[in-house]
């Protein structure tokens, strides 16, 4: 899978906080606590998310250039190719999926209760992220996605889970 952030970005952060949004951020005021938040401890933070309003990104952008926020946005894109993106990083980060299909609210999200992971790094639309805390998890995700390839019988389902299954190691997961 690609992952391309939502306003000009590319570097490596050492541990950044991970928020896992599968659901499109229509205004600021959605993630206005999450922003004190980051604005307050000036984490540096990734703000995974289907889409975001232009003015969101906008008002990232301008924030993340003046130094008052270090929050990069991450467009994790709606098609068959990334329809798992949200399960893979969850369990890489060990972060929580704010979805509404849950019953969560964008608005209540606070950035204490987001994960960091060790590193990460976004090239070119390329993600690494280290999170060596989860390697059990990584490792017991990929022998079930592995034990699912085994009993498809559609092979462009096969070539879905083998991409997933690529992407994933005990300790990193690349898109």
């Not at 050492?14 to 980051?38: R, T, W």
């Not at 995700?141 to 389902?157: A, K």
């Amino acid at each position: 899978f690609t992952l391309m952030p939502a306003m000009q970005f590319a570097g490596s952060v050492l541990e950044p906080k991970i928020v896992l949004i599968d659901g499109f951020i229509e205004s600021v005021a959605e993630i206005d606590c999450l922003l004190q938040d980051a604005h307050a401890t000036m984490d540096h933070v990734l703000l995974f998310s289907r889409g975001m309003a232009h003015d969101v990104v906008n008002t990232l952008r301008v924030n993340h250039e003046r130094g008052t926020l270090r929050v990069v946005p991450v467009h994790v894109p709606m098609d068959i190719d990334s329809l798992n993106t949200f399960a893979d990083l969850s369990v890489v980060s060990g972060a929580d999926v704010v979805s509404a299909h849950k019953g969560d609210l964008i608005s209540t999200l606070r950035l204490a209760a987001c994960p960091r992971v060790e590193y990460a790094s976004l090239h070119h639309g390329h993600l690494m992220l280290v999170a060596t805390a989860t390697r059990r998890a990584v490792q017991l995700h990929i022998e079930e996605l592995r034990r699912r390839r085994l009993v498809l019988e559609q092979e462009e389902l096969g070539k879905l889970i083998d991409s997933r299954i690529r992407s994933l190691s005990p300790t990193t997961t690349r898109s």
